[in-house]
Nanobody
Framework: VQLQASGGGMVQAGGSLRLSCAASGRSFAGTAWFRRAPGKEREFVAALRWRGASVYYADSVKGRFTISRDNAKNTVDLQMNSLKPEDTAVYYC????????????????????WGAGTLVTVSS
């Protein structure tokens, strides 16, 4: 089982990036993006439950980021618009074979599988 995140890079404030998380080896009922900024704790960014396509966002990214899925490619993408320097971090995708309950989608311990991460740098 492997999760591969891609799409990171460097962009100026106000710009956009699209991250993609490709899953191989199995399908997931829940997929999420987390990030870790330099010197900070890992934090939740967005999550998607495949059944019903329910989506969840951290307040800090709501209205700017969109999580979506591509069933044919078995990927979960994170479209990031209006990027800010404080969005600079390593972004990780994570997957769970079972869908986390609503109150737990933001808990990293709910996700068994993790990708290696992709770096996003937003310059001011």
């Amino acid at each position: 089982v492997q999760l591969q995140a891609s799409g990171g890079g460097m962009v100026q404030a106000g710009g956009s990036l699209r991250l993609s998380c490709a899953a191989s080896g199995r399908s997931f009922a829940g997929t999420a993006w987390f990030r870790r900024a330099p010197g900070k704790e890992r934090e939740f960014v967005a999550a998607l439950r495949w059944r019903g396509a329910s989506v969840y966002y951290a307040d800090s990214v709501k209205g700017r980021f969109t999580i979506s899925r591509d069933n044919a490619k078995n990927t979960v993408d994170l479209q990031m618009n209006s990027l800010k320097p404080e969005d600079t971090a390593v972004y990780y995708c994570a997957g769970s074979p079972t869908a986390p309950i609503t109150s737990a989608v933001r808990d990293p311990q709910q996700y068994e599988y993790w990708g290696a991460g992709t770096l996003v740098t937003v310059s001011s």
